[in-house]
């Protein structure tokens, strides 16, 4: 690990103007950032501990929630209205990491952490999100937990978050703040596909502080779930995961939100199957078809293609299973 020196921002204003100093970082839990400096893949002059700024849950002036880029994984997953509004955001943070890391973990760190592709934390290997230009050792190599969809061939890892996945579902919009002012992104576009750049994780700028995540008022979000799976049933990361939300009228598919974890560069919303979906039957043959046509574009590689097969089956069997739910209500 090289020096560093440390400081506390007492307030946003100051976090700004620590953060936009040459080789600052900002800290959140310090859960991913700081095993990367110890492992010399990140560096940092000094680092802006924000964890103690912008902590708390408020509901909005239209019925969402606000919440604060510094509140912990365990207390966004605990909170009352999260469980009952949002079930999915709630159950996809717990589906993560272990208890001790999510009462560390912050909303903001959550949404920056950088890969699990063991190339890019192998600092022998040839990685261009590293090392912009050195090549992919993961293409040809070990690459079971990678990309099948959105990659290129300058890197084809994946997004290790579940709580980012459960937040594009639901339409959130990430708040960040610099010192030439506020901005809202979507959290579908916050997050980049690799190109030809897989060093830039975000659309973010030097600087800039994410101070927010707001989820728009619940509607069918109460009708929703997040399914894991991986290769333990706990403490691992995502091989493929599907966040969903249905509604169904009459047999038919009123709306319908899914998204997919593990399987890109960055949490994937699956458009195609949800426009192929909307007002049509709410069968399983028309939740299998549409997970087939947002699969039609997948790409596998040597070790990960069985991810295909796997996220079809998981997008059509999450939906069967909220469906009838709704029926039995
Ligand atoms: C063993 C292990 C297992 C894990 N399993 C899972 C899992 O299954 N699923 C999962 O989703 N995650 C998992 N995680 C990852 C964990 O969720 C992340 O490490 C954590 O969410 C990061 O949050 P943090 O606050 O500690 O971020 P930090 O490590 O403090 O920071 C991460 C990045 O965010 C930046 N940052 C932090 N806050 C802000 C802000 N407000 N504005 C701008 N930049 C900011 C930092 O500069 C840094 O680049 C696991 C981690 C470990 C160690
Ligand atoms: S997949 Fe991306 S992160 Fe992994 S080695 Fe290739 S360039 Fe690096």
Avoid at 216 to 240: C, H, M, N, Q, W
Avoid at 266 to 283: D, H, I, N, Q, S
Wanted: hydrophobic residues 45%; proline residues 4%.
């Amino acid at each position: 690990m090289t020096p560093f020196t440390y400081e506390r921002a007492a307030d946003r204003p100051a976090a700004l103007a620590l953060g936009a100093r040459a080789g600052a970082k900002y800290l959140g839990g310090g859960t991913n950032l700081v095993d990367l400096m110890r492992e010399t893949i990140e560096q940092a002059d000094v680092l802006v501990d924000v964890a103690g700024l912008s902590g708390e849950i408020e509901a909005t002036g239209d019925g969402g929630l606000r919440i604060g880029a510094g509140v912990k994984n365990t207390a966004v997953a605990a909170d009352r209205r999260v469980r009952d509004g949002y079930p999915l955001l709630s159950e996809a943070i717990l589906a993560g990491a272990s208890a001790q890391i999510r009462n560390m973990a912050t909303v903001g760190g959550n949404l920056l952490q950088r890969t699990r592709c063991g190339y890019f934390y192998d600092d022998a290997a040839r990685c261009n999100k590293r090392a912009p230009g050195a090549g992919c050792d993961a293409i040809e190599g070990f690459n079971r937990i990678h990309a099948i969809l959105g990659a290129s061939s300058a890197c084809v890892a994946t997004h290790p978050s579940d709580m980012a996945v459960a937040l594009a579902a639901l339409d959130a919009v990430v708040t960040v703040e610099g010192i030439s002012g506020v901005r809202d992104v979507a959290l579908v576009d916050f997050h980049r596909l690799p190109g030809d750049t897989p060093d830039i994780d975000t659309v973010l700028t030097f600087g800039e502080l994410i101070t927010a995540v707001t989820l728009p008022p619940e509607g069918f979000a109460r009708r929703s779930t997040y399914r894991k799976v991986r290769d333990r049933a706990s403490y691992a990361f995502a091989l493929i995961s599907v966040a969903a939300a249905l509604d169904v009228e009459d047999g038919a598919v009123k709306d319908v939100r899914i998204a997919l974890g593990g399987v890109a560069h960055k949490p994937w919303r699956a458009a195609t199957a949800e426009a192929m979906l909307k007002g049509g039957p709410a069968t399983p043959a028309a939740f299998q078809a549409a997970a087939e046509a947002e699969l039609a574009p997948a790409h596998g590689l040597r070790d990960n293609a069985f991810k295909i097969e796997l996220s079809r089956r998981v997008i059509a069997d999450t939906l069967v299973k909220l469906a009838a739910r709704q029926e039995s209500l």
